[in-house]
């Protein structure tokens, strides 16, 4: 009865945003409505700033700041949300790609006057290929912006979502005056004297009614009736499954950095966001109210302290209820495993826990056991599915620099592709090691940390690969994938997991490959 409960008043999610649409604002908004912090500013953004690429301790720095930001836990009108934060930073995508498998849904931040941005289509793809429930808030409407239809026509083109307005702005920038809140049929009006503060939310069932004109101009309600009006002909109406089911996209708007809009955003959220969902594993669905324990670790992150160089794995709790001091079983390695001090994240403080529940994350100390995607159960032997590899966008070759060094090199660049800073991929040809990574900075990071944390020393090599390609023969005994074998054998190389993949050293090369191999589907994700 109590894990049914908890499961419930459990919402756990991520924001997700291009740099500078407001992430860190909005979630420093949320915490304060949670009471999990007193005052603005307390969040500290984890943005790499422009220039920081080869500063060192900008770099240790974020770390630190990242941990302490990875999960943002609080308590709201009964609810235990959890937030997730994922890296506005480029270079760090894959991190984000993998949170997104631990989030049940996600708030997508759109900036009002940008409109949608490069990171965010992608990010958003990668939401569609899980099937995740989006809602959408359109910030900074203090703002001079863009026209809201505009906006909601370019989020449905790009980003090929279906939108629903469940708030509708009044004015804009110098004329703002306020939100029609489509869901709750009220009107939040924004201080005029001091532009800053809410200065009163006023109940307005009928927006038909002439009191309307008196509370925001004749004007402004002309113009408000005619939007809303556009607004209920051309969108669909909200439908709760087929938001859950990814296929309706609500959308909200305000302005994060002055708290308006953010209160109708969560209330309507902890109604309307799911609970912890269901995870596919490799043998069955597993659902979070099954009584055995299970769960996936989705990020590890390194110690910052170089005495004590043991790791954080953060694991997802998936079913059942994780208890302090209890075995657990490492799928992987059939091994049974105990942890004394699980922590678990409020805000920006970490607490050892005895007990967490479906949708929690626990941060677990490792020693060097886990590597992202690992699967704990009670005892069952499953992996769960769905931490694919995007194909990286830079590639080095990896050399030793210090010949005395090289188990030191070995176990360094062994733990960094566990803990997913880059992926390693290994010619079949020769054995020559290969990083692939999504931002040029994690080079230099991955060079630091093996000198900082493993002692041992690297160069890189220039190599020309346009894309890493997962290969997938539909007969691995035709002629035609023998073929494409013997006559791309310098460009053959494994991954982590040993699966095979083909490194194509350009757009031309690969398109080619395409036609003359049509049976060999190659593919820029590593899960197929
Ligand atoms: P991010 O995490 O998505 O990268 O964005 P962040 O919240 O750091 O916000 C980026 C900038 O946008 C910040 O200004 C922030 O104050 C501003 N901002 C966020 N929400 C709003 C809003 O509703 N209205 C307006 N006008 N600005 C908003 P900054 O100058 O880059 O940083 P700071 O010096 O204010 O911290």
Known sequence: MALEKEIKRRRTFGIIAHPDAGKTTLTEKLLLFGG?????????????????????????????ISVATSVLAFEYEGKKINILDTPGHKDFAEDTYRTLTAVDSVIMVVDVAKGVEEQT???????????????????????????AFDLLDEIEQKLHLRVTPLSFPIGMGYDFKGIYNIWEKNLTLFNGNTRKKVAE?????????????????????????????????????FNQEEYLNAELQPVFFGSALNNFGVRELLDCFIEIAPTPRPKESDTRLVYPNEKEFSGFVFKIHANMDPKHRDRLAFIKIVSGTFERNTPYLHARHNKKLKFSSPNAFFAEKKEIVDVSYP????????????KIGDTLTEGEIMHYKGIPSFSPEHF????????????????????????????????????????????????????????????????????????????????????????????????????????LVFLADSQFTLQMTQTKYPNVKLHFVSEF
């Open 36 to 64: 999990a912090i007193q005052e603005a500013g307390a969040v500290k953004s984890n943005k790499i700033k422009k220039g920081a690429t080869s500063d060192f301790m900008e770099i240790e720095r974020q770390r630190g």
């Open 121 to 147: 289509e992608k990010l958003v793809e990668v939401c569609r290929m899980r099937k995740i429930p989006i809602i959408v808030f359109i910030n900074k409407l203090d703002r001079e912006g863009r026209d």
């Open 201 to 237: 939310t006023i109940e307005f069932k009928d927006i038909e009614n002439p009191e309307l004109e008196e509370i925001i101009g004749s004007k402004q309600a002309e113009t408000l009736r005619e939007e809303l009006e556009l607004v209920y002909e051309v969108y669909p109406d």
């Open 359 to 370: 949708g929690d994350i626990v941060g677990l100390h490792d020693t060097g056991n886990f």
């Open 396 to 499: 080095k070759f990896i050399n030793n620099a210090d010949p005395m060094k090289s188990k030191q090199l070995e176990k360094g660049i062994d733990q960094l592709m566990d803990e997913g800073v880059a992926q390693l991929f290994v010619l079949e040809l020769n054995g020559r090691k290969i990083i692939g990574t999504v931002g040029a900075l994690q080079f230099e990071v991955i060079q630091y940390r093996l000198e900082h944390e493993y002692g041992a020393k690297c160069t890189y090599e220039n190599i020309n690969i346009h894309k890493a390609c997962w290969v997938d023969p539909k007969d691995p005994k035709s002629e035609e994938f023998k073929d494409f074998l013997r006559v791309k054998s310098k460009f053959m190389a494994r991954d982590k997991q040993n699966q």
